[in-house]
């Protein structure tokens, strides 16, 4: 979206949030960011999806099957890694896992794989 045409879709008065929030994010220029500041950008996203949604949420349902009993997700854990081997998980380490609104997540009823955020009750489906 142009500036132009942002400024005349304001002046319409239609969906101005949703414009709004369009405009800013098409205007980042992310390749121009430099490594630390990539890392700051996703880590403010990060916060600001789990202030939205919580972190470690287990009230999920399936979009598409309606269960919401059995789910595989994608999770991030403290690991250990040594030189040359697997990173490997101590067993102390199994209370970490943590997942959040963005993490991949699969329906084991139908398959129906999306980030967690589609299988949360509350969020109003767009
Ligand atoms: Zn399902």
Known sequence: MTDSEFNAAVQ????????????HFNAMAIE??????????????????????GMNRRDLTCPNCGR?????????????????????LE???????????????TCVHCDHEGPVLDFLPTVQKQ
């Open 12 to 23: 319409e008065g239609a969906g101005y949030k949703r414009l709004e929030a369009n405009h």
């Open 91 to 105: 067993d102390d380490d199994q209370d970490n896992f943590a997942w959040g609104a963005d993490r991949s997540c």
């Open 32 to 53: 121009h960011l430099a490594d630390r500041q990539l890392i700051e950008l996703i880590e403010m996203g990060q916060r600001e999806l789990d202030t939205r949604h």
């Open 68 to 88: 919401g009993d059995y789910f595989r997700l994608r999770v991030s854990t403290p690991t250990t890694l040594l030189s040359g081997s697997r990173p490997y």
